[in-house]
Nanobody, 115 residues
Framework: QVQLVESGGGLVQPGGSLRLSCAAS????????MGWYRQTPGKERELVAS???????NYADSVKGRFTISRDNAKNTVYLQMNSLKFEDTAVYYC?????????WGQGAQVSVSS
C-alpha cells in the first residue's frame, strides 16, 4: 500500500493560483499512474487530471488550460498547479496512485475559492 500525503490546499480568491503536492511513500513511484480527483458534498469524486508513467497527461474539460499536472520521480511527488481558479473549483482534492493491482488514496486537501 502506498501512503500519499497531500499539501498545499487553502483559501484563494477567484482568479488566483494554488499548487497542490502529493508525496508518495514508495521507491517505485515512477511505475504508478498518478491522478488528482476532487469531490464536493453530495457529488461523486471526479477525475481532475492524471499523468502516466511516460509523462502523458489527461485533463477534465473543466480544467483544461488552467491546471497542470506534473511529477518528479526523483522526489516521489506529483503536483497540481491550479491557475485562474473559479468558485466551482472549490472541493476536496485527492491524490491517487494506481498500478495494475492497486489504487491508493491520500487523505484529501481542501481547496476553497471565495471572494
Amino acid at each position: 500500500q502506498v501512503q500519499l500525503v497531500e499539501s498545499g490546499g487553502g483559501l484563494v480568491q477567484p482568479g488566483g493560483s494554488l499548487r497542490l503536492s502529493c508525496a508518495a511513500s514508495t521507491s517505485i513511484f515512477r511505475f504508478y499512474i498518478m491522478g488528482w480527483y476532487r469531490q464536493t458534498p453530495g457529488k461523486e469524486r471526479e477525475l481532475v487530471a492524471s499523468i502516466r508513467t511516460d509523462g502523458d497527461t489527461n485533463y477534465a474539460d473543466s480544467v483544461k488550460g488552467r491546471f497542470t499536472i506534473s511529477r518528479d520521480n526523483a522526489k516521489n511527488t506529483v503536483y497540481l498547479q491550479m491557475n485562474s481558479l473559479k468558485f466551482e473549483d472549490t472541493a476536496v482534492y485527492y491524490c491517487n496512485a494506481r498500478s495494475l493491482r492497486t489504487s491508493d488514496w491520500g487523505q484529501g486537501a481542501q481547496v476553497s475559492v471565495s471572494s
